[in-house]
């Protein structure tokens, strides 16, 4: 039985031909029978997308070919069935959806992007309870409530937010209780933690970091430590086990 690679990835990045690259896109994919979302903005791409490995990685290196999406973090897991029902490219106004347009990360600056933290070194710190210069650490989910529920950090920081465009409101009420403790943000795969960061760090929170890769690069990583239950992903699969598994039906926490 032919496995299917099932891949997430996003980058930053300044695109002033959204149009054609959709058609682009669209063309390279459907010619491998790739599955899965491709969303492309100004302010760059945002992809999931499953099919058979050769496949895959056919449309990485044609992807990488253009040097505006060189290099680009690339999450991997597998699974034995295609997970997405079909195939859509679409041009948006953000590749994630804040309402903020001046939180955005810019790739080509070194002070253009939230700073960010590896999965050992959080894995480390959360071992300690604080960080390398003794301040207590915390990690903030910026995800959906719904995905909260499936699994998170152990004893994260939750603003049962509904919708990402709901962050900054959140942030606002509760910002006091975050000075002078070491913040680390993390979503599923990056996206939504970066430009969380960005728009604490601008809004006077000094000490915020993202998760680098997001839950699914510290699966890979550090295999859950301090991690409890699964991680939601939007397609058939529900959510993902540790070991990056699919784990389909997984009953929320406290259900």
């Not at 039906?249 to 259900?255: L, Y």
Request: with cysteine; aromatic share 10%.
């Amino acid at each position: 039985m032919t496995r299917i690679l099932n891949i997430a990835a996003y980058r930053f990045v300044q695109l002033n031909d959204t149009t054609l690259l959709q058609d682009r896109l669209r063309e390279s994919a459907c010619a491998l029978e790739l599955r899965g979302t491709i969303l492309i903005a100004e302010e760059g791409i945002n992809f999931f997308l499953a099919g058979t490995e050769s496949a895959v990685r056919d449309f990485l290196a044609a992807l990488q070919a253009d040097p505006r999406f060189t290099p680009i973090e690339v999450k991997e897991s597998w699974s034995d069935e295609q997970p997405f029902g079909k195939l859509l490219v679409k041009v948006k106004p953000e590749i994630i959806r804040m309402n903020h347009p001046t939180i955005r990360p810019d790739f080509s600056r070194a002070d253009g992007r939230a700073p960010s933290v590896d999965a050992a070194t959080v894995r480390r710190w959360l071992d300690a309870g604080q960080d390398d210069l003794g301040r207590p650490v915390v990690t903030l989910d910026t995800r959906n409530a719904f995905e909260v529920d499936h699994g998170t950090f152990n004893g994260a920081i939750d603003w049962r937010i509904n919708k990402f465009t709901e962050f900054p409101a959140a942030f606002e009420a509760h910002k006091d209780s975050l000075q002078g403790k070491t913040v680390v943000s993390f979503c599923t795969g990056g996206i939504r933690c970066e430009k969380a960061a960005i728009f604490m760090r601008k809004e006077g929170l000094e000490h915020v970091y993202q998760l680098e890769g997001g839950i699914l690069k510290y699966f890979e990583e550090t295999a859950g430590e301090h991690y409890t239950g699964t991680c939601f992903v939007f397609d058939e699969r529900e959510s993902l086990a540790s070991d990056l598994t699919p784990v389909t039906r997984t009953p929320p926490r406290g259900s």
